[in-house]
Protein backbone atom coordinates (compact mmCIF):
# COMPACT_ATOMS: atom_id res chain seq x y z
CA UNK A 1 0.00 0.00 0.00
CA UNK A 2 1.81 3.18 -1.27
CA UNK A 3 -0.69 5.64 0.40
CA UNK A 4 0.38 3.65 3.87
CA UNK A 5 4.11 3.16 3.18
CA UNK A 6 4.76 7.21 1.98
CA UNK A 7 2.77 7.94 6.07
CA UNK A 8 4.67 6.28 7.20
CA UNK A 9 8.20 7.62 6.14
CA UNK A 10 6.95 10.70 6.60
CA UNK A 11 5.76 9.73 10.21
CA UNK A 12 9.77 8.55 10.33
CA UNK A 13 11.14 11.77 9.07
CA UNK A 14 9.30 13.64 11.59
CA UNK A 15 10.80 11.26 14.36
CA UNK A 16 14.32 11.57 13.40
CA UNK A 17 13.99 15.51 13.35
CA UNK A 18 12.66 15.11 17.02
CA UNK A 19 15.73 13.26 17.47
CA UNK A 20 17.84 15.70 16.40
CA UNK A 21 18.86 13.83 13.33
CA UNK A 22 18.09 16.49 10.50
CA UNK A 23 20.29 14.26 7.85
CA UNK A 24 18.01 11.37 8.56
CA UNK A 25 14.83 13.38 8.77
CA UNK A 26 15.17 14.65 5.16
CA UNK A 27 16.37 11.18 4.10
CA UNK A 28 13.02 10.02 5.28
CA UNK A 29 11.11 13.30 3.89
CA UNK A 30 12.39 12.21 0.57
CA UNK A 31 11.70 8.78 0.73
CA UNK A 32 8.06 9.34 1.42
CA UNK A 33 7.66 11.65 -1.54
CA UNK A 34 8.97 9.58 -3.85
CA UNK A 35 6.97 6.92 -2.99
CA UNK A 36 3.78 9.80 -2.85
CA UNK A 37 4.65 12.20 -5.48
CA UNK A 38 3.02 11.00 -8.59
CA UNK A 39 0.23 9.04 -7.00
CA UNK A 40 -3.19 10.56 -6.94
CA UNK A 41 -4.04 13.10 -4.17
CA UNK A 42 -4.49 11.65 -0.77
CA UNK A 43 -4.54 13.08 2.61
CA UNK A 44 -0.80 11.45 3.13
CA UNK A 45 0.53 12.97 0.12
CA UNK A 46 -0.63 15.98 1.41
CA UNK A 47 0.95 15.45 4.88
CA UNK A 48 4.65 14.51 3.21
CA UNK A 49 4.42 17.91 0.87
CA UNK A 50 3.80 19.66 4.19
CA UNK A 51 6.46 17.88 6.12
CA UNK A 52 9.05 18.29 3.95
CA UNK A 53 8.08 22.41 3.49
CA UNK A 54 8.53 22.08 7.40
CA UNK A 55 12.04 20.81 7.41
CA UNK A 56 12.58 23.43 4.72
CA UNK A 57 11.58 26.27 6.60
CA UNK A 58 14.04 25.07 9.76
CA UNK A 59 16.87 24.79 6.92
CA UNK A 60 16.37 28.74 6.19
CA UNK A 61 15.30 27.47 2.45
CA UNK A 62 12.60 29.42 1.73
CA UNK A 63 11.63 29.19 -1.93
CA UNK A 64 11.03 25.18 -1.07
CA UNK A 65 9.56 25.66 2.02
CA UNK A 66 6.97 27.67 -0.56
CA UNK A 67 6.97 24.97 -3.30
CA UNK A 68 5.86 22.58 -1.12
CA UNK A 69 3.78 24.84 1.25
CA UNK A 70 1.61 25.68 -1.68
CA UNK A 71 1.45 21.85 -2.86
CA UNK A 72 0.22 20.70 0.34
CA UNK A 73 -2.47 23.76 0.83
CA UNK A 74 -3.59 22.93 -2.35
CA UNK A 75 -4.13 19.23 -1.86
CA UNK A 76 -5.32 19.82 2.24
CA UNK A 77 -8.63 22.12 -0.12
CA UNK A 78 -9.17 19.16 -2.21
CA UNK A 79 -10.13 17.49 1.07
CA UNK A 80 -11.00 19.99 3.36
CA UNK A 81 -8.61 18.84 5.79
CA UNK A 82 -8.15 21.59 7.91
CA UNK A 83 -5.23 19.79 9.68
CA UNK A 84 -3.16 19.59 7.69
CA UNK A 85 -4.20 23.52 5.79
CA UNK A 86 -2.97 24.69 9.57
CA UNK A 87 0.33 22.78 8.87
CA UNK A 88 0.94 23.84 5.85
CA UNK A 89 0.34 27.53 6.08
CA UNK A 90 2.06 27.86 9.42
CA UNK A 91 5.46 26.76 7.27
CA UNK A 92 4.62 29.06 4.39
CA UNK A 93 3.94 31.72 6.85
CA UNK A 94 6.75 31.82 8.91
CA UNK A 95 9.19 32.01 5.36
CA UNK A 96 6.84 34.92 4.09
CA UNK A 97 6.73 36.99 7.08
CA UNK A 98 10.54 36.75 7.46
CA UNK A 99 11.23 39.13 3.88
CA UNK A 100 9.73 42.73 3.79
CA UNK A 101 7.57 42.31 0.60
CA UNK A 102 5.12 39.04 1.84
CA UNK A 103 5.67 40.16 5.18
CA UNK A 104 2.14 41.24 5.60
CA UNK A 105 0.40 38.39 4.08
CA UNK A 106 2.95 35.81 5.96
CA UNK A 107 1.76 37.15 9.31
CA UNK A 108 -1.69 36.40 8.05
CA UNK A 109 -1.00 32.97 7.15
CA UNK A 110 -0.03 32.01 10.47
CA UNK A 111 -3.06 33.89 12.24
CA UNK A 112 -5.20 31.86 10.09
CA UNK A 113 -3.03 28.97 10.79
CA UNK A 114 -3.01 29.02 14.63
CA UNK A 115 -7.55 29.80 14.20
CA UNK A 116 -7.53 26.35 12.25
CA UNK A 117 -5.76 25.12 14.99
CA UNK A 118 -7.28 26.56 18.25
CA UNK A 119 -11.03 25.97 16.70
CA UNK A 120 -9.94 22.26 15.82
CA UNK A 121 -8.04 21.42 19.18
CA UNK A 122 -4.99 20.36 17.20
CA UNK A 123 -2.76 21.99 20.42
CA UNK A 124 0.56 21.63 18.80
CA UNK A 125 0.11 23.29 15.64
CA UNK A 126 -1.75 26.07 17.61
CA UNK A 127 1.47 26.06 19.87
CA UNK A 128 3.24 26.03 16.50
CA UNK A 129 1.95 28.67 15.08
CA UNK A 130 2.22 30.63 18.70
CA UNK A 131 6.08 29.96 18.57
CA UNK A 132 6.91 31.21 14.80
CA UNK A 133 4.26 34.13 15.30
CA UNK A 134 5.93 35.00 18.23
CA UNK A 135 9.38 34.56 16.99
CA UNK A 136 10.08 35.49 13.48
CA UNK A 137 8.32 39.17 15.03
CA UNK A 138 11.60 39.31 17.74
CA UNK A 139 14.16 38.55 14.26
CA UNK A 140 12.51 41.46 12.61
CA UNK A 141 12.27 43.97 15.64
CA UNK A 142 8.30 43.89 15.69
CA UNK A 143 8.58 43.80 19.80
CA UNK A 144 5.16 44.78 21.19
CA UNK A 145 3.70 42.36 18.50
CA UNK A 146 6.23 39.23 19.11
CA UNK A 147 5.63 40.00 23.18
CA UNK A 148 1.96 39.99 23.11
CA UNK A 149 2.13 36.89 20.96
CA UNK A 150 4.62 35.12 22.93
CA UNK A 151 2.59 35.91 26.37
CA UNK A 152 -0.57 34.30 24.73
CA UNK A 153 1.35 31.20 23.59
CA UNK A 154 3.45 30.38 26.43
CA UNK A 155 0.11 30.63 28.51
CA UNK A 156 -1.97 28.27 25.85
CA UNK A 157 0.76 26.14 26.37
CA UNK A 158 1.87 25.93 29.97
CA UNK A 159 -2.23 25.42 30.70
CA UNK A 160 -2.02 22.08 28.16
CA UNK A 161 1.63 20.90 29.87
CA UNK A 162 3.01 21.43 25.91
CA UNK A 163 6.56 22.12 27.89
CA UNK A 164 9.04 22.02 25.06
CA UNK A 165 7.01 24.47 23.37
CA UNK A 166 6.51 26.32 26.23
CA UNK A 167 10.28 26.08 27.02
CA UNK A 168 11.32 27.46 23.41
CA UNK A 169 8.51 30.50 23.49
CA UNK A 170 10.20 31.60 26.80
CA UNK A 171 13.86 31.47 25.52
CA UNK A 172 12.42 34.09 22.73
CA UNK A 173 10.74 35.93 25.52
CA UNK A 174 13.93 36.43 26.90
CA UNK A 175 15.92 37.12 23.85
CA UNK A 176 13.21 40.27 23.34
CA UNK A 177 13.56 41.11 26.70
CA UNK A 178 17.31 41.16 25.82
CA UNK A 179 17.18 43.02 22.49
CA UNK A 180 14.96 45.84 23.90
CA UNK A 181 17.30 46.90 26.99
CA UNK A 182 14.99 44.60 29.76
CA UNK A 183 17.98 42.65 31.16
CA UNK A 184 16.65 41.60 34.36
CA UNK A 185 13.65 40.25 32.97
CA UNK A 186 15.90 38.51 29.95
CA UNK A 187 18.52 37.08 33.07
CA UNK A 188 15.45 35.84 34.97
CA UNK A 189 13.94 33.53 32.29
CA UNK A 190 17.22 32.43 31.17
CA UNK A 191 18.02 31.39 34.45
CA UNK A 192 14.77 29.67 35.21
CA UNK A 193 15.29 27.82 32.26
CA UNK A 194 18.89 27.03 32.68
CA UNK A 195 17.80 25.79 36.70
Known amino acids: ??????????????????????????????????????????KAKAMAFSNMSQLQM???????????????????????DEEILSHAMNNVGAVLMMQPATQ??????????????????YHEHAARAYTNLGSGPVKIMKYAFAEKILSEGIHYCEERDL????????SWKARLYQETGRWKEATSIADNLIN
Open 104 to 121: EKGIQLLEQSLALAIKNG
Open 1 to 42: NREQTGNSLRFLSRLWWFDGNRKQSEFYAKEAIAVLEHEPST
Open 58 to 80: LADRSADCVKWGEKAIAIANEFN
Open 163 to 170: NSWTTYML
